[in-house]
Structures are given as C-alpha cells and as structure tokens.
C-alpha cells in the first residue's frame, strides 16, 4: 500500500533528517536508501526531492558540500548539523508520541 | 531522446525562474541525479527510449518540481522585506509628514531612488531593486508631462521626440525584468497606476494649477497612506513563497489602493479619473505576463532551430 501523499509531504522533513543523521549522502543515494529501509513504502518523486533538502539546508539542519569524482562529474553531499540533530529528536519524540496514541485507539488491548 | 531529457530540465529551469546565483547550482545537480538515473535503468536492461520515459516519469511533473523549486528560493529574508518596501514607505512619509513641497526632501529621495536602483541593478538585480526602479522612472514620466505644458510648437517637439525615446527606453526595461520573472515587472510598475489616479484626481481640469496643490496639501496624509499601504503589501510579497498568492497581492493590494486614492479625492468611482487608472493598473498587472509569453515563444522558436547538442549547459550527455 501507498502511503498518503500528504501524509509523506508532512513527514518528509523527519525521514530527510533520519537519513542523514550519522551518513553522509547525495541525492540519488538518499532515495534509494529511503526506498530501501521502507521496503519500497516510501517513494519520493525524486525532482521534488532537491527543494526538500534545500528547504531544509536554508533552515541550517543540514549543510552540503560538493566534491569533483574521479571521472570528472561533480556531487552534491548533504551532512545533518547539530540543529539537524536536535530538531530530529524532537521531531521523532513528537512522532512516537503520535504512533502511541494512535495505536492506542486503533488497536486497544 | 537524450533532447526529451535536455528539454525536460530547460523547461524545469524556466519555470523555476530562480536567482542567476542560485540556477546554475540547482540545475547541475538535477542534471546529475538524471545522469545516475539513466545510467542505472540503461544497466538494467533497458533501452534508452524506455529509461528515458522511466526517468521522467520518477522524477515528476515539470510544472510539480518548477513550484517546489520556486518555493524552496522565493522567500526573501527580512532585510530584502525593509529594502523593497523602503522606497514606498519613503514616499509615504514625504506626504504623510507634508514634506513634499520641500525641493531639497523631494531631490534627496529621488537622488537616493536612483542610487538604489543602479546599485541594484548593477548587483544581480535581487527581488528588493524592482520597486526602486518603479520609482526612478517617475523623472522621466515628470518631464514628458511637463513637456506637454511648453508651447504648442516645442511640445509637439516633445511629443515627437522624447515621447518615443523615453517609451523604447522603458520597453527595453520592461522587457529585460520580465525576461528574469513577469511578476517584478509588476511589482516595479505597481505604483504608476496609483500615481497616475492621484495626478488625475487633483488635476480635474487638466492642468496643474493653485487649486491642484491645495488639493494635494489636503490629501497629502491619504497619498502617503495609499503609499504605505504598497509598503505593507510589497514586505508581504517578498515574504511569501508561492506564487498565486505573491500574483493575488499585486493584485488586490494595487487596485486597493487605486481606489482609495480616487474614491478620497472625488467622492465617486464612475468616472474618468478612476476607470482610467483601472484599466493602467490592469496593464499593469496583464502586460508582463503577456510580454513573457511573446519572448518565451520567441525562445522556444530559436532553439527548436538548433541541433540538440547544442542547446546549452542543461544539455545530457
């Protein structure tokens, strides 16, 4: 099943953080590190992806860097910052509080 | 195919409409996600036709990521607020405080107007100089009606020669904003419609007489206001991040204050001086957005003439 999409656009910023937090990534290698860790839940569209991370960058939760390969192309990495960090444990206490009482009422014992 | 992509990311890229500083980096890096992309669909098997669809199709509408991008670099920060809503708030305050009959307060700001303006100009033309321009122009529309005031023969003169070249000069203008963005063509001419229903309202028999500058010294805290109230909405404008709504301010904050400055100034709005600057104000706000059609047609039709290669840096290799 999809998720909804509303439902991605509001936590997009969350998974974003996630998955940066402890990796240093680029574009690409983020959505298919997303799509892998959800099993293929989560599917960005992968344009609308950039104005997410630059959004977020903007904000100073994340920082990027760009490095020239080997073969002459050049890549955009994103780093999480120490604002990214604690906006992201925020963000994941205020998710898991959601997940509780949402269970608790979907799934009573 | 490789062109579908190419013309994929340029139509991403004008529609965007983003800062010169910022395009050439968001761009390389939308251009190297397709690269991986194509490179892993092709490894797996398909064709290029078939990655090429593929890949379009997983990155998103044109129109979907073109918003998303706009919005993500719209938003300007709070000194580019202070700095386009100065000009108008400057304005306003010379009426407000009734200073506008002091020449050296009138010469100072419009010297400092057209200081703004050409340093502005002269430094990648952020969102802040359109409104500084607006009033710079006002010079030039003082002398073309001073013009008309000479004696028949050296107004005709006027009318034939300044007239023409004072028009190519801000269609050149005009045209160069609107090729960045329409929308800073309207923010920059957002105040002649209201200037011109002030003039038209004080000046009910045509001419700048005793009777006009008692009428602006009466009015002169309603002229500053209809000029703040351009402050306030220009500060929103450069606040806000989607574009609907950066469009609806223009237009609602501008035929606002159109209509206050007539409805103050001659206790009705069915007549000349109000359906006049209505129709200016919708000029206004309809002529750039047409105007960018004419030259994005113009575009499209001299790069359809070249070979794909050669269509610029967007280009997939």
């Known amino acids: ?109 | 195919m490789i062109h579908d992509l190419t013309q994929y990311l340029e139509s991403i890229r004008t529609s965007a409409r983003l800062d010169r500083n910022d395009e050439p980096c968001i761009m390389r890096e939308l251009k190297a996600h397709i690269e991986d992309k194509l490179h892993e669909l092709t490894e797996s098997g398909l064709s290029e036709e078939e990655a090429t669809k593929t890949c379009m199709g997983q990155m998103g509408s044109i129109k979907e990521i073109a918003r998303e991008i706009y919005e993500a670099y719209s938003q300007g920060n709070w000194k580019q607020v202070l700095m386009a809503a100065m000009p108008h708030f400057t304005f306003g305050v010379i009426f407000m405080l009734n200073w506008w009959h002091y020449p050296q307060w009138l010469a100072a700001v419009l010297l400092l107007t057209a200081g703004m303006a050409l340093y502005g100009w002269g430094h990648g033309k952020p969102a802040w100089v359109f409104p500084w321009l607006g009033y710079s122009l006002l010079p030039v529309i003082a002398v073309g009606l001073l013009l008309l005031y000479l004696p028949t023969k050296w107004s005709f003169l006027g009318l034939i020669i300044y007239f023409p070249l004072a028009g190519w000069w801000f269609l050149r203008i005009v045209i160069q904003i609107t090729q960045k963005d329409w929308l800073f063509s309207t923010m920059m001419l957002l105040p002649l419609p209201v200037i011109i229903g002030w003039f038209m309202a004080i000046t009910p028999s045509g001419r700048i007489d005793e009777k006009s500058l008692e009428m602006v010294n009466e009015y002169a805290p309603w002229i500053g206001l209809t000029f703040m109230m351009l402050a306030f909405s220009i500060g929103t404008f450069i606040r806000l991040r989607q574009r609907w709504l950066r469009v609806s301010l223009l237009a609602i904050s501008g035929l606002l204050a159109l209509t206050i400055a007539v409805y103050l100034a001659t206790g009705r709005l069915v007549s000349a001086s109000f359906i006049g600057p209505v129709l200016g104000m919708w000029a206004v706000l309809l002529m750039p957005p047409l105007l960018e059609r004419q030259l994005k047609k113009g575009f499209w039709r001299s790069n359809k003439k070249k070979t794909p290669g050669e269509t610029n840096e967007t280009a997939i290799i």
Do not use: C
């Not at chain 1, 989560?42 to 997410?52: H, R, S």
């Open chain 1, 1 to 109: 099943m999809e998720p909804k999409r509303d439902l991605l656009k509001g936590s997009s910023n969350s998974l974003l953080l996630s998955l940066l937090d402890g990796k240093t990534m680029y574009g690409y290698q983020i959505v298919k590190e997303l799509e892998a860790r959800s099993q293929g839940y989560f599917k960005f569209k992968e344009g609308t992806l950039y104005p997410a991370l630059h959004r977020l960058e903007k904000s100073g939760l994340i920082s990027s860097k760009w490095e020239l390969l080997a073969n002459g192309r050049q890549r955009r990495n994103y780093n999480i910052t120490a604002k990214g960090r604690a906006t992201l444990a925020q963000e994941k206490t205020q998710w898991l509080d959601f997940f509780n009482a949402i269970s608790l009422v979907l799934q009573p014992k």
